[in-house]
């Protein structure tokens, strides 16, 4: 049986995190510079430990205003720091609650920014030890995880829209983020049955209206295909 793992951007005061919980085998936790505070944390880390939910770390710039979707130009030196604080803080509350941090994934802006931005995507690699690296295939992220050392978790969109290259649409434009549940799941086992480049995890998006929803259709569609689940 092939293997996949369901993750979702939980702890951003946004969606439903206990009944996404109940879903997903990842939890992408905000770590309060986009989103979250060490309450939210803590109650995400608590429920995902009673249910084996594997937590991550989902880092950003710092910049809640604008939900961390805004690039930022910040100097490594100052982001290498702040992702470390991320990690940080939430490793501290994982393991009070009994779990560790088992990944990191940049959130928002960052995400794409490290796609293509080495400073930027050294900066996210220093600050964030030796977890394995969730991220977009092709990018400099992975790349540099990779050659570092790093395990590297290739993650797909099946609730986006993705560009020829690999990229995903900007969501400024039309279409960029699929609503329909049936489509969702079924982009779901399409990704997740792709060789090229294999697909580690499958991401559906907390704060998109239907989430909950979509976790369910997609995690339904995925078994019927005969994947297994399992968390990162």
């Given at each position: 049986?092939r ?16 009944a ?9 936790v905000?770590?309060g510079?986009?989103?979250g ?12 430990a009673?249910?084996g ?17 805004v690039?930022l130009?910040?100097a490594?030196?100052?982001l290498?720091?702040q992702?470390?604080?991320?990690v ?21 802006a960052l ?9 930027q ?6 600050g ?12 400099l ?10 395990a ?19 969501r ?7 609503t ?21 995890s499958?991401?559906?998006h ?12 997609v ?8 994947f297994?689940?399992?968390g990162?």
């Amino acid at each position: 049986m092939r293997l996949v793992d369901l993750n979702a951007d939980l702890g951003e005061e946004v969606t439903d995190d206990a009944a996404l919980l109940a879903v997903v085998t990842s939890a992408n936790v905000a770590c309060g510079y986009h989103a979250g505070t060490p309450a939210i944390m803590r109650a995400v880390c608590e429920e995902a430990a009673g249910l084996g939910v594997s937590i991550g770390a989902q880092v950003s710039y710092a910049d809640r205003e604008n939900f961390g979707r805004v690039e930022l130009d910040v100097a490594a030196a100052v982001l290498r720091e702040q992702v470390a604080d991320q990690v940080g803080t939430l490793s501290d509350i994982a393991v009070s609650c009994g779990v560790t941090v088992r990944y990191v994934k940049p959130h928002g802006a960052l995400y794409h920014r490290v796609v293509h931005d080495e400073e930027q995507a050294a900066a996210v690699l220093e600050g964030s030890g030796e977890l394995p690296v969730l991220g977009l295939p092709g990018g400099l992220l992975l790349a540099l995880a990779a050659g570092a050392g790093r395990a590297v978790l290739h993650e797909g969109f099946p609730d986006r829209a993705y560009l020829e290259d690999g990229r995903l649409v900007p969501r400024t434009e039309p279409g960029a983020v699929l609503t329909d549940a049936a489509t969702i799941a079924a982009r779901a086992v399409e990704l997740a049955s792709q060789e090229t480049p294999e697909l580690h995890s499958l991401c559906v998006h907390g704060d998109t209206p239907g989430a909950v929803a979509h976790a369910h259709a997609v995690r339904r569609s995925l078994e019927a295909a005969g994947f297994g689940l399992r968390g990162l």
